[in-house]
């Protein structure tokens, strides 16, 4: 399975834009990345998933770079509430459907 | 939609009693659920896979036999812990999976004391 490369942390500011980047570069054409966040003390909440094309939902965006090896949700207007780690994930396509958490980023969104 | 619980939240027991952890997708059926383990200040680990009327399948170093899981309906899935020891203290979380997506319930905090 592909491995993902994230940052331990980052700082976001209330009401901005927060981009977080996820590197894959050994994914291959048959693996979905995936976002889930997890608040302190609750199970992962799923945020959202692509292949090879952005996608956007109520939630966030994900952009996917043209060749995959990297890509970055974007949470438009981040709040205090979305203080999480986040973690992105790459899920290859099987009958399994199994994910592997990583480390992931633990983003603080500062007032 | 997608709205996985999980009874209990918290359980206390003692070393050498079994603890039994129910995790039921609400709004929709799962053939297939997962269970999970996160040990403080780490990632979540993947103990087993759960499919609806057949036996479980155990990521290796999980000892089946300690941790047994029961798939009985498309919407319950049960972990139970067997004689439990206090370094199975740990945050037990499960998720269902709906088409390509997992659903995760809020968890289950086990001290064993």
């Known amino acids: 399975d592909a491995k993902t490369t994230q940052p331990p942390s980052m700082d976001c500011a209330e009401g901005r834009a927060a981009n977080l980047p996820c590197n894959h570069s050994?994914?291959?054409?048959?693996?979905?990345v995936y976002w889930y966040r997890q608040i302190h003390s609750q199970g992962p909440q799923y945020i959202i998933h692509?292949?090879?094309n952005n996608e956007t939902n109520e939630m966030a965006s994900l952009i996917i770079t043209e060749d995959r090896k990297s890509s970055t949700l974007i949470l438009p207007h981040a709040t205090l509430r979305d203080t999480a780690v986040y973690y992105c994930?790459?899920?290859?396509?099987?009958?399994?459907?199994?994910?592997?958490f990583g480390a992931g980023t633990t983003v603080t969104v500062r007032a | 939609g997608a709205v996985v619980s999980q009874h209990p939240s918290w359980v206390i027991c003692k070393s050498g009693t079994s603890v039994k952890i129910e995790c039921r997708s609400l709004?929709?059926?799962?053939?297939?659920m997962f269970w999970y383990r996160q040990f403080p200040k780490q990632s979540l680990m993947l103990m087993a896979t759960s499919n609806e009327g057949s036996k479980a399948t155990y990521e290796q170093g999980v000892e089946k036999d300690k941790f047994l899981i029961n798939h009985a309906s498309l919407t319950l899935s049960t972990l139970t812990v067997t004689s439990a020891h206090p370094e199975d203290s740990s945050f037990y979380i499960c998720?269902?999976?709906?088409?390509?997506?997992?659903?995760f319930g809020p968890g289950t905090r086990l001290l064993v004391l």
């Open positions: 050994t994914i291959s054409g048959n693996e979905y």
């Open positions: 994930i790459v899920r290859p396509y099987s009958n399994d459907y199994k994910l592997s």
């Open positions: 709004d929709f059926q799962a053939t297939t």
């Open positions: 692509g292949l090879k």
């Open positions: 998720s269902a999976r709906v088409v390509e997506t997992q659903y």
